[in-house]
């Protein structure tokens, strides 16, 4: 019989110190032709992303044209001068790029991602298409059926149906935020390519756009393949646009979205709050995910974990819109679903954690976990330059400083457990907060208005 060797034992291997680590800087620069571009260099990331901001808020829309800036948005991809649809998207494929644009209320953004050895075909593209986009009535027919098409199916997601209405609840009827981003069936059927050039006249131009660029420029000319692409876009001067306030009516109420026979209730309660210039932001995110930001938070635990009455509630923050002096807000907000029956049991519970916060704060523990959860893995969230690309975008939408997101870790792990209980109970006021249930109203409506959380109103599902 063969004899074992005796086992070896290694110690146990242990962690090395910790890398510093701080949200990329970006480094500034304005084109001959008025664009603004920040580039950031990510040493190993081989795709390069660009994102475009374009000066062409929801609120610049025609009136009874709402859409017209989603249209214009999809259409940048749709063909120009150079090329027609078909061979705009080969010309993507052959270069390994893809490009996506959306509207939202601060404007319109473009995002284009390419391999660094395809920069500058990636880059001629996108400029081609800001440059002279075609607008072809065929393709922007097309877009708006899509469109159209897109519609009922949102109407039939509890969760978009909810959004809808808490929107119309909570702004006035005159604001272009009380009203879907993307147009209603009677707004964008009225769209045309006539209609989505004279948007793009009016409003997009290289003088109030910029450009984010972030990947590994190791040997890259940047300034000479930005001027040569994105440099060759001309269009007439401008100032960017005032950013108005926001106004919106918080007033404690219930809405029921009715849907007759539905299983489940989608809970969506809200009000507006401040936005990422004032100096609550960084205590009011770190309340909030306490209070329902991940598996581990309040809401989970006591609604999923104790009751069972969801698979998850989440609380969180999302700005509207920034205005560099202070116009802006955000969205507060709690969602999720819970079997019908305990609807007003549910809402009763959540209601309950939310005065128990206010009467007895958050805990030391709690403050430490969110703070590891936020901060701690900020340099997993940034492995990728999109998502560098993405936050930086936001800043400049925002009318942020470059340092913004890098400063806001460093106050995130110094704000502590009362300043966050106060940010939290600030934000989601028991009795200044507007609740959307999308449910059947026959089961729910006296529960709900058994709780005494504002007056209970019934609306059709439409």
């Not at 009225?190 to 972030?214: L, M, N, S």
């Not at 704000?415 to 600030?426: D, K, L, R, S, W």
Request: charged share 25%.
């Amino acid at each position: 019989m063969t004899e074992l060797a005796p086992m070896e034992f290694h110690p146990q291997p242990q962690p090395g110190a910790a890398k510093p680590w701080a949200f990329p800087a970006p480094e500034r620069g304005t084109l001959d032709n008025g664009l603004t571009v920040l580039h950031c260099h990510r040493p190993g990331q081989q795709v390069v992303a660009v994102e475009v901001l374009l000066d062409a808020p929801l609120d610049t829309e025609p009136a009874g044209l709402d859409g017209v800036a989603t249209i214009m948005a999809r259409a940048f991809s749709e063909g120009t001068d150079q090329h027609s649809a078909e061979e705009f998207a080969a010309e993507l494929e052959r270069a390994g790029a893809t490009l996506d644009a959306h509207a939202d209320h601060p404007g319109v953004r473009i995002s284009l991602e390419v391999p660094v050895s395809r920069l500058g075909k990636g880059l001629g593209l996108l400029a081609d298409a800001l440059r002279a986009p075609a607008f072809a009535e065929s393709e922007v027919e097309r877009l708006v059926r899509n469109r159209l098409d897109e519609i009922p199916h949102e109407l039939a997601s509890p969760a978009r149906r909810a959004a809808k209405e808490l929107s119309r609840e909570l702004f006035p009827a005159t604001s272009r935020m009380s009203r879907p981003r993307q147009g209603t069936e009677e707004t964008v059927e009225k769209i045309d390519a006539a209609a989505v050039r004279a948007f793009y006249d009016r409003h997009v131009r290289p003088a109030t756009a910029t450009a984010v660029v972030v990947g590994d420029l190791t040997g890259v000319d940047l300034e000479a393949l930005l001027g040569e692409t994105l440099g060759a876009w001309t269009g007439t001067p401008g100032e960017p646009r005032p950013v108005p306030a926001v106004t919106a009516d918080d007033t404690g109420r219930v809405v029921i979205v009715d849907r007759p026979g539905a299983v489940q209730t989608q809970l969506l309660i809200g009000r507006t709050g401040p936005d990422r210039h004032d100096r609550v932001w960084p205590a009011q995110v770190l309340g909030t995910y306490c209070l329902g930001g991940t598996l581990t938070s309040r809401l989970d635990r006591v609604l999923r974990e104790e009751k069972g009455y969801t698979y998850g509630v989440r609380a969180f923050g999302q700005v509207l819109r920034s205005g560099p002096e202070g116009e802006g807000a955000s969205m507060l907000a709690i969602s999720g679903s819970v079997d019908t029956p305990n609807t007003g049991p549910a809402l009763d519970d959540l209601w309950k954690v939310l005065r128990t916060l206010a009467a007895e704060g958050l805990t030391d523990a709690e403050r430490d976990v969110a703070v590891q959860n936020l901060v701690g893995v900020a340099p997993l969230k940034y492995e990728t330059a999109a998502a560098v690309a993405s936050t930086l975008a936001d800043q400049v939408e925002q009318h942020l400083p470059d340092d913004f997101q890098a400063t806001l870790y460093r106050q995130l792990a110094a704000t502590g457990t009362v300043e966050a209980t106060a940010a939290v109970v600030n934000a989601f006021p028991v009795d200044r907060l507007v609740t959307v249930l999308v449910g059947d109203a026959a089961q729910i409506k006296a529960p709900v208005e058994a709780l005494g959380i504002g007056e209970v109103t019934v609306v059709a599902a439409e």
